[in-house]
């Protein structure tokens, strides 16, 4: 079995991948949206953000497009107990999920960079993101890695060329992230008064678009003015660039697991099992509370079971052992200590070392002997 999971037909692969599906089905059953729809009236129906011990108005306008303020007004209230603190354990809890999300998302921008990829089902991740803010990550990413497995050519099929991530035009993601996601998270949930965390939750919604925006118009104007950045990134070491782009994402990650692991006054299961309390009964902050545990549960469980997935295509493309892919996955392990968002990037980067390796290195010795 472990050395047919690259076939060349896709039904073969929709079958193995089948596991991603379903994740997601289950998700929706276990972050149980439909109930918090159904059971309680909107959150926003009042127009404030209302809490035992106060409330707060819920900005009227924020898009250009009024439509997009009535889809996620609802949205942007669910962020309420974590970004207002009056569900002091969700600001732990989700606070560390956006930061360590963060890495997970910029490896959907660089898998989508790579010329095998290009065309497929995984070409746009700012479609998919953008549904799954709405709909939950939850749900939404194991869909990404379904399709990723399916439409996405095996290893045995891909070039040395089709394998590496574009580098040159990969590094506008780095401060694209930084200033459409990170600072709008970290300015939700530090922020010193309500009214600019609540404005910042706003600002952070639909950061996958303006994301994807923002590359096409950068990507224009750096064919108007005269920038020779592309000239300097080709002078990099393929893996060099990698790490440059994405490792500052991996040290936020890690550095905010760490600090709630040394400050964080609730416990591990607190924070992140989705436990109901016996004592606490029918409560919509509860199961928000609840609604998002589960949420990062999937979002990482289907990141690191696509990991796995692609280990065992290295196992048959002959290019890992067994015991490589043994010491690999005991990576994961390490999520406990800094975070599974910095451990899936790390693991990522990994991959992309030993796949990329020796056809990188070929490719730059040529490019300097030709230059």
């Given amino acids: 079995m472990v050395d047919t999971i690259a076939p060349t037909s896709k039904t073969y692969r929709a079958l193995l991948a089948l596991p991603f599906l379903a994740l997601a089905i289950t998700s929706v059953f ?212 990698l790490r440059l782009i994405i490792g500052p994402l991996i040290a936020i990650s890690a550095a905010v697991w760490i600090h709630m692991l040394m400050n964080c006054p609730y416990s591990f299961s607190t924070l992140f099992l989705p436990i109901k309390d016996p004592q606490e009964g029918k409560s919509w902050i509860g199961m928000m509370r609840r609604c998002l545990q589960w949420d990062e549960v999937f979002v990482f469980g289907g990141s690191f079971l696509w990991l796995a997935y692609l280990a065992v295509e290295m196992r048959a493309s002959k290019i890992w052992s067994s015991s490589s892919i043994f010491g690999y996955l005991s990576l994961a392990g390490l999520a406990l200590g800094i975070g599974p968002g910095a451990v899936f990037g790390v693991m990522w980067l990994w991959r992309e070392t030993v796949l990329v390796g020796r056809d990188a290195e070929d490719m730059e010795m040529s490019g300097k002997k030709a230059t």
């Fill in 30 to 241: 276990c972050m149980d949206v439909i109930s918090l729809i159904k059971d309680f009236d909107p959150p926003s129906i009042t127009g404030n953000i209302e809490w035992d011990d106060g409330s707060f108005p819920i900005l009227k306008r924020f898009h250009m497009i009024p439509f997009l303020d009535e889809v996620f007004r609802d949205v942007t209230v669910g962020f309420a107990p974590s970004t207002f603190e009056y569900d002091p354990p969700t600001w732990w809890q989700v606070f560390s999920f956006l930061n360590d999300a963060g890495v997970m998302y910029m490896i959907m921008l660089l898998e989508s960079m790579r010329p095998a990829n290009k065309r497929t089902a995984i070409y746009f991740p700012s479609i998919l993101g953008a549904i799954a803010q709405l709909g939950g990550g939850g749900v939404f990413i194991p869909l990404y890695y379904f399709l990723h497995l399916i439409f996405c050519p095996s290893i045995g099929q891909q070039t040395s060329t089709d394998r590496r991530v574009d580098v040159t035009r990969s590094f506008v993601w780095l401060p694209l992230m930084l200033v459409f996601h990170y600072y709008p998270v970290f300015a939700m949930y530090l922020s010193e008064d309500f009214a600019t965390r609540h404005y910042w939750v706003w600002a952070w919604q639909l950061y996958c678009v303006r994301i994807g925006i923002g590359y096409y118009v950068i990507q224009v104007i750096g064919k108007v003015l005269p920038l020779n950045l592309s000239g300097l990134v080709r002078k990099m070491n393929y893996h060099t660039s």
